[in-house]
């Protein structure tokens, strides 16, 4: 399967293949899909469609067709951390069928993840003797502009268009004018973003803040389209929980006040009026109260100067990017490579942090790649 791969890294990473599964998948997928369904349909702002759990569905069902069983989905999970080099999970992967009929469309969105999403995802599809008056191209953007079409994609039977989700991921599908388009789509998460990961985080956090609005997100909803730079949860106070979070890990008065300030320093969000919390943790480290919030370098600089000697910096550093990670989460969108530098920092020094702070490192930060495999 997934042979013969054409992976670009532009205008977001993706990758088209024209020959996906082999011939009884393919096979397969074309009579599941045809045949009768109970189809859902799902409406949101820029998108109408028929979407189904199908792994749900056939589970334990001794006719499931060979593309929801496990050792199928263990080997295209498989190609998928090696086409996008980064470690998936294998406990959680979902399989959709997705049907659009004509009147239906799907508007340009990112898929943007917020925390406990799916991360990469291969739509794959299985319309016959596509013309080009049907309507229902993929289209892939280069922006959020519905002008801006980097490249537009007829469907075509067993062609794979994979991708990460990210801010920029930006795609649609052009109105659907004759009939129906049918596809399986793949969803895969992150080791770092999985739905336990979203529990453990939101078990830490929510004793800390009872009353933030800290909703889980709802699992229905996975797997489906949604667009966005932000997430779920606008107002989180990631600067405060962070703090929080380092107090009861048993640190001191200076690394809270730096887990606070970098934390602030990394919501993008322009300062509008300067927190009180903010003004005394710059204080704290000995920065003017009114400054301008340092880099983080020079946060955690401060914070290692100021919490004394009986505080390596390794596992200041340690304690100090795991509480950010773990206190901005509600309000972060995920992306690997922010999680392999802060798994870089974190890790090696887990089990030197309190055991509570080493327990969620060792969920948040599964070893990755693999000890012994390089
Ligand atoms: O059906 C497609 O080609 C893509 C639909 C979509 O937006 C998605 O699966 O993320
Ligand atoms: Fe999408």
Redesign the pocket.
């Known amino acids: 399967m997934l042979e013969n791969v054409l992976f670009f890294e532009q205008p977001y990473r993706h990758f088209l293949c024209f020959d996906t599964f082999d011939e009884t998948v393919v096979a397969q997928a074309g009579a599941v899909l045809s045949g009768p369904l109970p189809w859902e349909e799902r409406v949101g702002d820029f998108f109408v469609t028929y979407r189904l759990d199908l792994r749900r569905l056939y589970m334990l069902r001794p006719d499931a067709p060979a593309f929801v069983r496990d050792d199928f989905l263990e080997a295209l999970r498989e190609q998928m951390q090696i086409l996008f080099e980064v470690p998936l999970s294998a406990d959680d992967i979902q399989v959709l069928g ?1 049907r ?1 009929v004509p009147g239906q469309r ?1 508007g340009v ?1 990112n ?1 943007n993840p917020g925390l406990g999403y799916e991360g990469y ?1 291969v ?1 794959v ?1 299985f319309t016959r003797d596509h013309s080009p008056e049907d309507g229902g191209l ?1 289209n892939i953007h280069a922006g959020d502009e519905p002008e801006a079409v980097y490249q537009s994609i007829r ?1 075509y039977p067993n062609m794979a ?1 994979g991708f990460e989700m990210s801010a920029h991921s930006y ?1 649609s ?1 052009s109105p659907l004018t004759r009939r129906p388009r049918d ?1 399986l ?1 793949f969803n895969f998460w992150h080791q770092g973003n999985t739905p336990a990961v979203e529990r453990s985080v939101r078990q830490t956090l929510a004793p800390l803040f009872p009353d933030a609005a800290l909703s889980a997100s709802d699992p229905g909803e996975r797997g489906l ?1 949604r667009d966005g730079e932000v997430s779920a949860t606008p107002n989180w106070p990631a600067p405060r929980a962070a703090q929080a979070l380092l107090a009861e890990w048993g640190m001191g008065g200076a690394a809270q006040a730096g887990g606070l300030l970098l934390a602030a320093a990394r919501s993008c969000a322009p300062e509008p009026v300067r927190s009180p919390e903010v003004s005394a943790a710059m204080a704290r480290l000995g920065f003017a109260p009114d400054a301008p919030l340092p880099v983080s370098e020079a946060i955690h600089a401060a914070a290692q100067a100021n919490v004394g000697l009986s505080t390596d910096p390794d596992t200041l550093r340690a304690a100090l990017v795991l509480a950010v990670w773990v206190a901005s989460a509600p309000s972060r969108m995920f992306t690997h490579e922010h999680w392999r530098r802060c798994a870089a920092q974190v890790r090696p020094w887990a089990h030197r942090l309190p055991m509570r702070a080493m327990h969620l490192a060792e969920t948040l930060f599964p070893e990755w790649p693999q000890a012994g495999t390089g």
């Open positions: 997705h659009m799907i969105h898929d995802r739509v599809q993929l469907p268009f795609h599908v596809a789509i389209h």
